[in-house]
């Protein structure tokens, strides 16, 4: 039972980092491929930090530059320049030297993201970007001191401070190992195993052809849950989706066509 609830708790800190960063970072902030609302945009801004420990701003621009130079040498965390387990640390080097080119107004930086109408998070800007992580040593230790449930507080803080490995996840697997439906200048792949850890940010080669569809899935058997969040979020009214520029459904295959090796799936 006890390893049941420490799974239920990691799973469950785990879902709150992965939706901030896949929803309200990626498919809002970084691409508008959604529409926050004005007071979850501001729960974003200010609270995101607490939540992942990653700057939404910092992320945003990094994000874009990966984007911009998907796969060159400029790309901030590409497995063609890094390395399969490289990326894990390069990614966060990356970070690093985004905050500080933001903060210090470095043109390269700033351009990427000149519509996001706020600062780094007064953490970064303060240098005190460690408290976050302080904060949720200070829960867990909260959890285990009392009860002595050691493992319970590691799942949750293993859980809610889980984006490195995320990350890592789709940055690599993603650029690395997997199919493509669409012919783009990069690497980018459909890993379903990443899709799955990771609510639909696998599907990267789908992405990388379509950046402002808040769907990254394509085909019928890819399961984007993303999306599926987007969806329900929208009907709880704290974003909209932007339907028009969707990721578009794939050609059918009509009986009447002679060979279906014809039918291209690129757009």
């Not at 970072?25 to 959604?34: I, K, T």
């Not at 351009?111 to 005190?128: G, S, T, Y």
Request: hydrophobic residues 45%; glycine residues 8%; aromatic residues 12%.
């Amino acid at each position: 039972m006890y390893v049941l609830v420490c799974l239920g708790v990691f799973i469950a800190a785990y879902l709150v980092n992965a939706v901030m960063i896949t929803v309200f970072y990626h498919r809002g902030l970084a691409h508008r491929a959604v529409t926050l609302r004005p007071w979850a945009r501001k729960l974003t801004i200010h609270s995101g930090i607490w939540l992942t420990g990653l700057d939404p701003k910092g992320w945003a621009c990094m994000h874009r530059r990966h984007h911009a130079y998907s796969d060159t040498e400029q790309d901030p965390h590409s497995p063609r320049n890094l390395g399969m387990f490289g990326v894990l640390f390069g990614q966060l080097k990356s970070y690093k030297r985004t905050l500080v080119g933001l903060a210090r107004g470095d043109e390269k930086y700033n351009r990427q993201v000149e519509d996001l109408d706020f600062p780094i998070n007064w953490l970064n800007r303060n240098r005190v970007w460690y408290l976050p992580y302080a904060l949720h040593i200070a829960i867990s230790l909260a959890i285990a001191i009392p009860t002595g449930m050691w493992a319970l507080a590691a799942a949750y803080y293993f859980g809610i401070m889980s984006h490195p490995i995320e990350g890592w996840i789709v940055n690599t697997l993603g650029h690395a190992v997997g199919g493509r439906n669409f012919e783009t200048s990069d690497d980018s792949r459909n890993n379903h195993l990443a899709a799955w850890l990771v609510f639909g940010e696998g599907f990267q080669n789908n992405h990388h052809r379509y950046a402002t569809s808040a769907k990254f899935s394509y085909q019928w058997w890819e399961v984007d849950m993303g999306y599926g969040l987007c969806v329900l979020l929208e009907k709880l009214g704290v974003l909209d989706i932007r339907r028009d520029t969707l990721i578009p459904a794939p050609p059918r295959l009509l009986v009447s066509d002679p060979d279906p090796t014809c039918i291209s799936t690129t757009i």
